[in-house]
């Protein structure tokens, strides 16, 4: 795809919203437009004559221990008062293609146009007015959030109003200082907004965690920013944009799956770049100081589940701040496992925040007084991310930098695992959560889930994690004397536990304990996003995976939204079943701005259509690249450079029910292999340098219909059929 097909395609897809947001303030998902820089995330709501411009930011966490004290919180905002535009008309769109909020309000005597963006390099909002008809009275309020144990200021320097909040002294583990310089152009912030005229309000947002005189830093900011610099902002912001867009794109006619493929990585990309501080459940976009579930990092699917959409999607970069959190918090993994179970590794409770915080603590008698839950997976369900990352990069030095982590999870397991009866066996590891928040239980049996033997989840982690050891290990050519353990546990661990169900095998929820729950889709994450099963499974389990997504049918569920569609892709499920089913989601749990959002979590469902739809089109989690895998037919479809495992980009295309041609780049020079897709068995592959020159031949080798070459490192590949 050129540059410019793809910048047509993205920006025919915004969020339209034709009357006022109706849950802002919300302790959850917002459902107004949003835009943000991955650090500064701004939504704005209200009435035409009264817009509320919150303002809030990756790193501005409240740091008190006890749940739920410890959260990320709102840190202020702005009021613009255009009393003449009441009664006005509302609408509202949320451009992907440049990250603007473009609204326009036209009333009876006045018209305003109003449009937002977060700068894509620094921590700057950038609003602009403009008006039609007559002349428009504009009053800006500068505000701050108030309560909750907050210290705030106020106050003017010279033309630039300034508003402070502070988490600081006793009971606080870590200070977090914000400031919020707002400047008008007009020069006040009270002004006459005249026909034919742009006035430009600027925010800009510092914190203690960006530098120590963050207030002068603001106010300085601010203040150099006018037209000439705006217009510079603006071309830097529309470029980095632009590169976005073109990593990767998908044309699948189907308009309203690929308006939530581009606008899940979108969502990413305003809440997803702050390395040192990650979004939590909400993302950037925080409208209260009490966000459901403390907002923070919930360790048992929610925290991970944002980005298993970017890895296929080659947007590597947007998976940068996912490891901070968890290696801040290694010290704390390492005490709970030796002080509470007696192992050595890591053992973390299901909430964390950043730089160590722990956000589970409870009084209660159970588990120490930590929230676990039961659960003993939350680690290693954080390496899939880290797993997922490496096997589609082959980055070596990323692998070295996770690896200490890794090595830590593998430690606790060689402790935690027993070995009896010549198998591996988990013992007290609950599959589903266990009320341990509460000292009361109005069911006996409430803790039954601790007795849990063999969860199915757990089970599929080990293998991932063993495997990917072995992998990682090999490549860094470390602890190469423990590979004997890990090779002995990858092949004596337990079976994944099966039942009757529906007149079906199914998939057990544990071996000994529950059998099945009347939701969410823990019976199929050992599939996704552990990658138990594939295309390349045994033909009796692939079967019994698809008999349980059958016997599930939880196409909508509380939780299931990032799994359950990438799982039926990736065992072959009916391809028309998963695409209508994920419109239905798409069209009945979503909001204007993109959002798709259930009951638990908030950014965790931006990986459900990203993901599912790149598994249909392409898959390589075992190492043979499978074109159109899991898509209909003769249902058109391409794609342009998304990531497979081994460190490849990927492009291709279906047309009239054949694969038309597969263009590749290898970043790491290893050996390809993809199963044919062309059934007379003819074909050539040519490297393609891009000079004009005759394309060289490349040598391949056919055997059990996988078509096998090896690769340069930065060299580009086409393969045709003939």
């Known amino acids: 795809m050129e540059a410019v097909e793809w910048k047509q395609r993205v920006e025919k897809y915004k969020g339209i919203f034709t009357e006022p947001p109706k849950m802002v303030p919300s302790d959850k998902v917002v459902d107004s437009p949003v835009i943000g820089n991955g650090d500064l995330g701004v939504t704005i709501s209200g009435k035409p004559e009264q817009q509320r411009i919150w303002i809030s930011k990756n790193d501005f966490w409240k740091a008190q221990l006890m749940y739920s004290n410890g959260s990320p919180c709102l840190l202020g905002g702005i009021d613009v008062h255009m009393p003449a535009l009441a009664n006005a008309s509302y609408y509202s769109e949320q451009r992907l293609d440049e990250a603007t909020i473009v609204s326009t309000f036209h009333g009876a005597a006045a018209s305003v146009k109003m449009t937002s963006w977060i700068s894509a390099l620094e921590n700057v909002l950038i609003v602009e007015l403009s008006s039609e008809k007559q002349a428009v009275s504009v009053t800006l309020d500068l505000w701050v959030q108030t309560g909750n144990g907050s210290e705030t200021e106020q106050g003017q320097d010279g033309n630039t109003a300034w508003a402070v909040r502070k988490f600081t002294g006793e009971g606080i583990e870590w200070a977090t200082e914000g400031a919020i310089a707002m400047r008008c152009s007009s020069g006040s912030h009270s002004f006459e907004l005249q026909p034919g005229t742009k006035q430009y309000i600027v925010a800009y947002v510092v914190t203690n965690h960006d530098g120590d005189n963050y207030l002068q830093e603001s106010i300085s900011r601010a203040g150099l920013i006018d037209e000439k610099r705006i217009a510079s902002l603006r071309s830097e912001h529309t470029n980095w944009w632009s590169g976005f867009w073109a990593k990767s794109a998908i044309e699948i006619g189907d308009e309203l799956l690929e308006k939530f493929w581009y606008g899940s990585h979108y969502i990413m990309a305003c809440c997803s770049r702050n390395k040192k501080f990650a979004p939590g459940l909400f993302g950037n976009w925080i409208t209260t100081d009490n966000p459901e579930w403390a907002g923070d990092y919930h360790l048992n699917y929610n925290y991970q589940a944002p980005w298993w959409g970017v890895y296929s999607s080659n947007h590597i970069e947007l998976s940068e701040p996912y490891d901070t959190p968890l290696l801040e918090y290694m010290v704390n993994g390492r005490r709970y496992a030796e002080e509470y179970l007696g192992c ?129 290990s090999g490549q860094l050519q470390l602890d190469g004397d423990r590979h004997e353990k890990w090779t002995h546990i990858l092949e004596h661990i337990s079976d994944y536990p099966t039942f009757e169900r529906e007149g079906k095998t199914i998939f057990r929820l544990t071996e000994q304990g529950h059998k099945w729950w009347g939701d969410n889709t823990l019976a199929i994450q050992h599939i996704w996003p552990a990658g138990g099963i594939g295309l390349d499974s045994d033909p009796q389990l692939l079967q019994i995976a698809k008999d349980t997504i059958t016997v599930l049918n939880r196409w909508t569920d509380y939780n299931g939204f990032p799994t359950i569609f990438t799982a039926a892709a990736r065992v072959g499920y009916e391809p028309e079943t998963i695409l209508r089913e994920l419109r239905r989601q798409c069209t009945e749990h979503s909001f204007p701005n993109l959002f798709i959002f259930f009951g638990g979590g908030g950014i965790e469902c931006c990986s459900g259509v990203p993901s599912a739809i790149n598994e249909m089109l392409l898959q390589s989690h075992e190492q043979v690249f499978r074109l159109f895998p899991v898509w209909p037919q003769e249902k058109a479809a391409r794609f342009h450079n998304l990531r497979a495992v081994g460190a490849f980009l990927v492009s291709s295309e279906l047309y009239e029910g054949k694969v038309t041609h597969i263009d590749l780049t290898s970043e790491k020079g290893r050996a390809c292999s993809i199963l044919n897709p062309w059934s007379n068995g003819e074909f050539s592959i040519v490297e393609i340098d891009g000079s004009g020159d005759q394309p060289r031949k490349v040598e391949w080798q056919l055997s059990a219909n996988i078509i096998s070459f090896n690769t340069e490192a930065g060299k580009s590949y086409r393969l045709l059929g003939h």
């Open 344 to 472: 050595r590794g890591i053992y973390y409770d299901v909430g964390i925040g950043p730089k160590g915080l722990p956000t589970a603590l409870c009084n209660t008698p159970y588990e120490n007084g930590h929230m676990f839950l039961g659960q003993k997976s939350n680690s290693a369900l954080s390496t899939v991310n880290m797993l997922m990352r490496f096997y589609y990069t082959y980055d070596l030095e990323y692998a070295r930098f996770v690896y200490p982590f890794m090595i830590e999870v593998a430690n606790f397991w060689e402790d935690y695992l027993t070995f009896e009866d010549g198998r591996y066996v988990i013992y007290r590891d609950a599959i589903h959560e266990v009320g341990t928040y509460t000292e009361s239980h109005d069911n006996e049996d409430w803790d039954r889930g601790l007795d849990d033997m063999n969860p199915i989840l757990s089970l599929a982690l080990i293998r991932m994690l063993f495997k990917g050891l072995l992998d990682i």
